[in-house]
């Protein structure tokens, strides 16, 4: 009678345990995997300068929390697909990608990711000062699947009369600091990039700010967004997306400088219908 007693409650216990999982989309025990495009790069020493950011997260959380950096943006998208990552961090084309593919939700953008620009750059000293004076220069992308790095600035370009594959001699440096560097040493006569990123690394020194100068700005557009995977339970991306609403000046001020913001703001897929359809128009959207 003992024996069939403890085989009921061990069975009860393993259905509460299944039910609690089934609510909150994770067992309590196991690591949320976030995943954060390399718009700054990819490696181990930016995993570990973002520790602030996942240790914020694990607080908010109440969970273990892994933060993954993989090694393009393609790789994000995957990883959101096949459920390597729960949740990511995704630039606005990555998104629109991740979105049509596997159905991924939009849940939170920093407040200036909804009037984001791309900007141009060339040398201090260059004879650049216009997009028209592109034309047989040398010139750097991002990321090749990067909004402000490629998308957007592609479509300035083109706006402006250029063909890239003509006019332009062009290479991807795979990532905007390495965009900034490129043009810098002068191995680019000029590079387009996402503006949080340029103000970093001219901030911190990463990129002598007196070596390059901005020579064109975009019109603004929206970009970089946090997701959820498809399948992941409601309420846990609800707790996901206020830990981010939640974060304020100037208490957390050291995980918002990571993100390079200062506020988070609910976001939704109807305002990247914009960005959808240039993305088809210039063929790097299906």
Partial sequence: MRKRRN??????????ALAFTSRIGKAAGDPIRVGMIPDAGAT????????????YLESAM?????????????????ALGNGSLDFAYLGGLTYLK????????????????????????TGAGSSIQSLADLKGKNFAFGDINSTSGHLMPYFAL???????????????????????????AGAADAGALD?????????NGDVDPSKVRVFFT????????????????PALAERFAKAFLSLQQPKDAQVLDILRG?????ANDDEYNTLRSVAKQLGMLQ
């Fill in 158 to 184: 083109r706006n402006a009369g250029i063909s890239v594959d003509s006019d332009l001699k062009f290479r991807y440096t795979g990532s905007h600091p390495a965009t900034a560097k490129a043009v810098e």
């Fill in 195 to 203: 503006e949080t990123v340029f103000h970093q690394v001219t901030s």
């Fill in 98 to 121: 991740a979105h049509a593919q596997y159905g991924v939700t939009p849940l939170v953008q920093r407040q200036s990711d909804q009037q984001f620009h791309s900007l141009f750059i």
């Fill in 44 to 55: 181990q020493v930016s995993v570990e300068q973002k520790k602030p950011l996942k240790d």
């Fill in 218 to 233: 975009t019109p603004p557009f929206v970009d970089y967004v946090w997701v959820a995977r498809k399948d992941v339970n």
């Fill in 262 to 266: 200062t506020q988070f703001v609910r």
């Fill in 7 to 16: 085989f009921v409650l061990a069975a009860l216990v393993v259905v509460l």
């Fill in 62 to 78: 109440g969970q273990p929390v892994e933060l993954i950096i993989p090694t393009n943006y393609n790789a994000t998208v995957e």
